[in-house]
């Protein structure tokens, strides 16, 4: 083995591997809350024809769900008193 060899060789023993960091996954499951309601004739007919304004004035098309969340949020804005009308004219 010549010197060029030996210093190569000498080299490659010096040489420490880095430790490598543990990659942890962690995987999240949304909680969706499934919810099941029934509607009476007229609001049905209601949330049909609401669907149907929307989606005329959107790009993209609406799903019944994301209309009910969106008025979901609509309420949580609402002035409670007009909550309150709104469910008396409801019953």
Known sequence: MNNLQ???QSSKLNITKKKQDKLIKIER????????ISLDGASGNDL???LEKVNSLSQRK?????????LVYLG???K???L???LKEVY
């Open 80 to 82: 409670e008193d007009k």
């Open 76 to 78: 949580k804005e609402i």
């Open 62 to 70: 609406i799903s019944v769900s994301h209309l009910i969340r969106a």
């Open 6 to 8: 030996k210093k190569a």
């Open 29 to 36: 499951k949304a909680a969706f809350r499934v919810w099941s």
């Open 48 to 50: 049909q024809e609401l």
């Open 84 to 86: 309150l009308k709104a």
